[in-house]
């Protein structure tokens, strides 16, 4: 009897022992792994950036400035901005719709509608740009119809607002519909039982509890729409200064062994990446204090 009893209050005091051992706690393997990650961070992200930037002010501030204000950078440069402007606020609209009906509403298909929202990510930028060029090209399946109404989207600016609206349509609704699920809609229908209308249930309730999600999505969306390069290359035609992006023209820059100007078109996307970042970076230590007060 007392062997049983000595056997049982040491199982505790073995639980107890291995229960405080964790993986790195040794601290050769916890130096490793932070020096590794820490180099590997400045090899393969802060080294490439730093490149960028030097390259691009490797001549002087004065070629540097001479080579972004060139017309067709400048061009690209806008239209660029004018395909987020356009973008953005669509897939705005897009993401809160698709998010409210899956997230409020029960009904056949549901699940297949997320799989759709979502399967922009599961295609390469390339494919969708050939799949929107055998849909709407001269040769694709409604080209003679658009043609015989004189209609032309491929090798023409609508066609980058196309394939841009294709490849981030997701990110938007991704963010929003995980939140909404969580929340719930026990506020809204608290809302509408005190006589509340829809759009004063969404803007008094729904959007103030979603608004940094939203803000979120937003800025991942807009961030992919200045970086595409893959499906705007296939529709665009890259003509020069007409349908050539900031991307299409770092390439084409690159193309004329004009190295000093790649770069500097080149540094304006990453200043835009080093800010979308801390914006990122901001929204999220946000929404991480508010988890935390919560």
């Given at each position: 009897?007392?062997?049983?009893?000595?056997?049982?209050?040491?199982?505790?005091?073995?639980?107890?022992?291995?229960?405080?051992?964790?993986?790195?706690?040794?601290?050769?393997?916890?130096?490793?792994?932070?020096?590794?990650?820490?180099?590997?961070?400045?090899?393969?992200?802060?080294?490439?950036?730093?490149?960028?930037?030097?390259?691009?002010?490797?001549?002087?501030?004065?070629?540097?400035?001479?080579?972004?204000?060139?017309?067709?950078?400048?061009?690209?440069?806008?239209?660029?901005?004018?395909?987020?402007l356009?973008?953005?606020?669509?897939?705005?609209?897009?993401?809160?719709?698709?998010?409210?009906?899956?997230?409020?509403?029960?009904?056949?298909?549901?699940n297949?509608?997320?799989?759709?929202?979502?399967?922009?990510?599961?295609?390469?930028?390339?494919?969708?740009?050939?799949?929107?060029?055998?849909?709407?090209?001269?040769?694709?399946?409604?080209?003679?119809?658009?043609?015989?109404?004189?209609?032309?989207?491929?090798?023409?600016v609508?066609?980058?607002?196309?394939?841009?609206?294709?490849?981030?349509?997701?990110?938007?609704?991704?963010?929003?519909?995980?939140?909404?699920?969580?929340?719930?809609?026990?506020?809204?229908?608290?809302?509408?039982?005190l006589?509340?209308?829809?759009?004063?249930?969404?803007?008094?309730?729904?959007?103030?509890?979603?608004?940094?999600?939203?803000?979120?999505?937003?800025?991942?969306?807009?961030?992919?729409v200045?970086?595409?390069?893959?499906?705007?290359?296939?529709v665009?035609?890259?003509?020069?200064?007409?349908?050539?992006?900031?991307?299409?023209?770092?390439?084409?820059?690159?193309?004329?062994?004009?190295?000093?100007?790649?770069?500097?078109?080149?540094?304006?996307?990453?200043?835009?990446?080093?800010?979308?970042?801390?914006?990122?970076?901001?929204?999220?230590?946000?929404?991480?204090?508010?988890?935390?007060?919560?």
């Amino acid at each position: 009897m007392s062997m049983l009893d000595d056997s049982a209050s040491l199982a505790p005091a073995a639980a107890g022992s291995r229960k405080h051992v964790r993986v790195g706690d040794e601290k050769w393997l916890r130096r490793s792994l932070i020096g590794l990650a820490v180099c590997l961070s400045l090899v393969m992200l802060l080294a490439p950036i730093a490149i960028i930037l030097l390259q691009a002010f490797s001549a002087g501030l004065a070629v540097y400035a001479d080579k972004i204000t060139t017309s067709e950078t400048l061009h690209a440069i806008g239209l660029t901005v004018l395909t987020g402007l356009i973008v953005v606020p669509i897939n705005v609209v897009f993401g809160i719709m698709a998010a409210w009906t899956i997230t409020k509403f029960r009904f056949p298909g549901r699940n297949l509608l997320t799989t759709v929202i979502e399967l922009p990510f599961s295609v390469s930028p390339v494919v969708a740009g050939v799949c929107y060029l055998f849909l709407y090209g001269a040769q694709g399946l409604l080209g003679p119809f658009l043609e015989a109404h004189h209609i032309r989207l491929m090798f023409s600016v609508p066609a980058i607002f196309l394939v841009s609206l294709f490849v981030t349509a997701p990110f938007v609704a991704r963010e929003l519909i995980p939140l909404m699920q969580t929340q719930g809609s026990d506020e809204e229908e608290a809302a509408i039982t005190l006589g509340a209308g829809g759009l004063q249930v969404f803007l008094r309730v729904t959007l103030p509890n979603i608004k940094w999600a939203l803000l979120y999505g937003v800025v991942l969306c807009n961030a992919r729409v200045m970086g595409e390069f893959g499906a705007v290359s296939v529709v665009s035609g890259s003509i020069r200064g007409q349908t050539n992006t900031l991307p299409l023209q770092i390439e084409l820059l690159y193309n004329d062994y004009d190295s000093v100007g790649a770069f500097a078109a080149a540094s304006i996307l990453t200043l835009l990446a080093l800010v979308t970042l801390g914006v990122k970076t901001a929204i999220e230590r946000r929404t991480g204090q508010r988890g935390h007060g919560h």
